[in-house]
């Protein structure tokens, strides 16, 4: 299917590995340029360069995105579209799991920085151009932890509620809805990330279980029975940031083989 976006501009964050990779390497196959942004410069710019392939021009931008120098170098970098992106993948690391009682005022801050008050900054600043030009698609990864939320996983559940409360509102902003700008976001459930796999050895070291008798457990938690993958969660990133979806906004879309076991 042509997704009727080839020539646009993409930011993703997160975007060296994992489901931010999966969804830059979605759009580039659907030839869309792409600023690709993750600390590490050494496997951002190997993913990078394998992405060229696809023919479209990719930028990288070894920073935090979660920070505001990290940002502005976002904005300034040489080539690309300054804040004139037709779509913002917003993503990050996401925060450490752990019981409540030990999480300070630090730590809960570091989770709303990284996981609420970045993706809204990184709307704030490009999605009035979006509008301007009258086509915009924003895709937040969030988590299924929205809709289930896991108990060691609380710093999670509250500052992506946050986001999600917030993105309720503002997809349905007239001066923004009526543009064609449309804001998502999507919800993975278990894929098999690096992310995934340090989750799994940290609670394999805390209760004594394999990782593999921990994956399996994990694995049948979904009625798919097994592990998504960075591609197809892509793909569906892309399919939202098409041409084709302009009437699908402000929704909370689960990827996740089944688990959530509600009928909405
Ligand atoms: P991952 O495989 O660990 O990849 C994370 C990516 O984000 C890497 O490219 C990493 O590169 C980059 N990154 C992390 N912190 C960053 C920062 N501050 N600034 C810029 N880039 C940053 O993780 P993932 O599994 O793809 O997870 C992506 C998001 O989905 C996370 O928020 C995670 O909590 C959420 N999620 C994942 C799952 C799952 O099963 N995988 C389930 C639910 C939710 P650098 O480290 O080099 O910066």
Not at 21 to 26: L, T
Request: net charge neutral; hydrophobic share 40%.
């Amino acid at each position: 299917m042509d997704l009727g976006i080839k020539g646009k501009w993409a930011l993703v964050g997160g975007a060296s590995k994992g489901l931010g990779w999966g969804c830059a390497s979605a759009l580039a196959q659907a030839g869309v340029n792409l600023v690709m942004v993750s600390r590490g410069a050494a496997a951002l710019e190997a993913s990078a360069d394998g992405l060229r392939q696809h023919g479209v021009t990719v930028l990288t931008v070894a920073q935090d995105i979660t920070t505001p120098a990290g940002r502005e170098a976002i904005w300034s970098v040489a080539g690309g579209p300054g804040k004139n992106f037709d779509i913002v993948v917003t993503n990050a690391g996401g925060p450490p799991s752990g019981d409540f009682r030990e999480w300070d005022r630090e730590a809960w801050i570091k989770a709303v920085d990284g996981n609420m008050l970045t993706p809204i900054e990184l709307m704030k600043a490009t999605i009035d151009g979006m509008a301007a030009r009258g086509f915009g698609r924003i895709v937040n990864i969030t988590s299924s932890a929205v809709k289930a939320p896991i108990d060691v996983l609380g710093l999670s559940n509250g500052a992506r509620s946050g986001l999600s409360g917030f993105v309720a509102g503002l997809s349905r902003n007239p001066s923004i809805a009526k543009h064609n700008v449309t804001i998502n976001n999507l919800l993975p459930g278990a894929f098999d990330t690096d992310r995934l796999k340090s989750i799994l050895q940290s609670t394999a070291e805390k209760t004594g279980k394999s990782v593999e008798e921990l994956a399996q457990a994990r694995r049948a938690s979904a009625p798919a029975n097994r592990f998504g993958h960075p591609e197809e969660f892509g793909q569906t990133c892309a399919f939202l940031c098409s041409q084709h979806a302009g009437f699908i906004n402000g929704q909370n879309i689960l990827i996740d083989g089944g688990a959530y076991p509600g009928a909405f």
